[in-house]
């Protein structure tokens, strides 16, 4: 078991708490990269209990005890990555799956050639048994087949619309890299959610430039309830209002057509899908249905709302456990 960081040129973070039987595989897929074989890797461990830490040590990686009333994206990961002493840092998520033993230098290559990349981040390619209107929503935010490099350049941020600054700070902790020189000029923030898109913002509003690499590809997905997902859409849009400006629900009035039209659009994308049974498509719908009308209210809540301080006690159950 390893107890100091090794000095080289790549390290890596995941945080952990009980990642079960994938996480084995995804450390083994780690530890199967080529030339990074003996990488340091450090995985801040918010009190597993399923032998998460045994799969840890037995991978040769790092443990950082943080208890669960500790545990915040941003500050963990400060944590862990302070821990480490390489030029770059990639920072993943225990149930993201490399799908190629070259992840670690498509994401470093780009930074080797170009000095002025402060970060990159991968591709998103979702399991097998993934609801397709997840899927296709991966697609739109960590999809894409060709390297797009994303900075202000002679933009004024003030001049942009929303949309426009989005794309400018899309970056994703499931499959990134940055180096440790920008970290140490711009720690990430003490947020509940959202820490990637929160640090990405800051980099180009300062006139960093962070690399999309479609081939550095992880396979990673999650089947959520409806209730939970739209959770976690309150959490983005929440953010996304306070980064770059986004209500795409400003009046309640509109949250009727956006659930018929969402409803329209899911079920369609359902009944594509000619390789399921008859169950898995039946609960797709339902599925699809639930989260058509809990999403509206998520956007418009999080972007309206969740700022407000006597709705705090409500923003505090809805992100329970996020």
Known sequence: MKTRPADGLVSLVI??????????????????QEGFSDMDICCPDSGSSDGTVEVIRRRGARTLPIPQRMFNHGETRNRAVATTHSKYVILSVQDALPLSTKLVRSLIDPMEADASLSATFGRQQPRPDCHPVLAERIGNWAGGSELVVQELGDDEWRDLNPFERLALIRYDHVIACMRRSAWERQRFEHVRFGEDVTWASRVIRGGGRIAFVPDAVVEHSHNRSAW????????DHANLKKLVGLTTVPQRKLIGPNVEAARAHYHHLIDQRTDVDATTLSNWHEWAEQLAYYENWAQYLGANYSQSWWFKPFDSWLRKHI
């Open 228 to 235: 939970d997902e739209a959770r976690r859409i309150y959490c």
């Open 15 to 32: 945080p952990t708490w009980n990642g079960g039987e994938l996480f084995d595989l995804v450390l083994a897929a780690w530890r199967a």
